[in-house]
């Protein structure tokens, strides 16, 4: 697999993803980035962003690209098959994110996990506000061991950068954003069956 088409496609899910956030925010009149901080603030998030998101389409795609013999063709998988893998996929990156951010809070906190949680109050912009070691790989992990097509990976790429933004505020559902106020409640990511359980 030509290692421009992965970029193109991750890079492509990102720009899709902040694209859909920030104009569901702006719907709903909600801020994408806190209202309340100041100009040097902003700054320094928005320098972050630009750092840490090519750091993360580096890592999808590096994935992506070492294990393109894992992916099928967007023709293989009946919409059936398609639907089954997407699902397979979903619960899969919510055990690993589960077991990865337990972790993460419990040994490893002050040094990975620490600065992600500067703000208690969460806005969407505040998701890749994360050090260089702490980053959502647990969403391109199961391909390793789940056969998907680039369709379906667009789609897993899309739905979970897209809703990883939404969690950092309280629009539509609280989850994530009771996990930034309260550190020991809600570890998954989009579906909280971990947490349940």
Known sequence: MNIFYCI????????????SAYFICSYNNYPFINPSLTDEEQNLKINEYIKNVPILIIQSTSLMYLISDNIIKYDEHTLFQSFY?????????????????????????????????????????????????????????????????MIEQFIILYLYITSSYLSHSNLFWSHHYIHHKLFIYNFCILFPIFDII
């Open 85 to 149: 893998t997407l699902c397979m996929y979903f619960l899969c990156i919510e055990a690993i994110y589960y077991v990865y951010h337990r972790l993460i809070h419990k040994y490893f906190y002050l040094y990975v996990h620490k600065k992600h949680h500067t703000n208690i109050t969460v806005y969407p912009f505040d998701t890749f506000f994360l050090t260089e070691l702490d980053d959502l790989a647990s969403i391109r992990l199961p391909v390793l061991f789940i056969k998907i097509s």
């Open 8 to 19: 193109g496609t991750v890079a492509t899910a990102f720009l899709m993803s902040t694209l």
